[in-house]
């Protein structure tokens, strides 16, 4: 099972970007999907993007798509989240996570494993 630690939030003006990387253990992460969900202040966790275990397909809420971009790097056990053109109502914290399926990865109970989570915030 892997563990995982997400990096690279912080606080950014709207129209800025990030790129939240999040590294996994363990010598199996690329038989893993991986999501990327986020969770605002007084509202449910919900999907952001995700990524197939070869990278050939990936998912988009579409609420981010043409903003976010998912990919991973097998080799260095690492998922990344670029995103771009940062809105107020992006704030959240946003949280990695990893699943030996590989169909509806937009479904967070379809996960087994998360982070801890890295906190977003836009200033407008």
């Known amino acids: 099972q892997v563990q995982l630690v997400e990096s690279g939030g912080g606080l950014v003006q709207a129209g800025g970007s990030l790129r939240l990387s999040c590294a996994a253990s363990?010598?199996?992460?690329?038989?893993?999907?991986m999501a990327w969900f986020r969770q605002a202040p007084g509202k449910e966790r919900e999907f952001v993007a995700a990524?197939?275990?070869?990278?050939?397909?990936?998912y988009y809420a579409d609420s981010v798509k043409g903003r976010f971009t998912i990919s991973r790097d097998n080799a260095r056990n690492t998922v990344y989240l670029q995103i771009n053109t940062l809105k107020p109502e992006d704030t959240a914290v946003y949280y990695c996570?990893?699943?030996?399926?590989?169909?509806?990865?937009?479904?967070?109970?379809?996960?087994?494993?998360w982070g801890q989570g890295t906190q977003v915030t836009v200033s407008s």
């Open positions: 363990g010598r199996t992460f690329s038989t893993y999907a």
């Open positions: 990524i197939g275990w070869s990278s050939g397909r990936t």
């Open positions: 996570a990893a699943t030996g399926r590989q169909i509806n990865l937009w479904v967070s109970a379809r996960y087994d494993t």
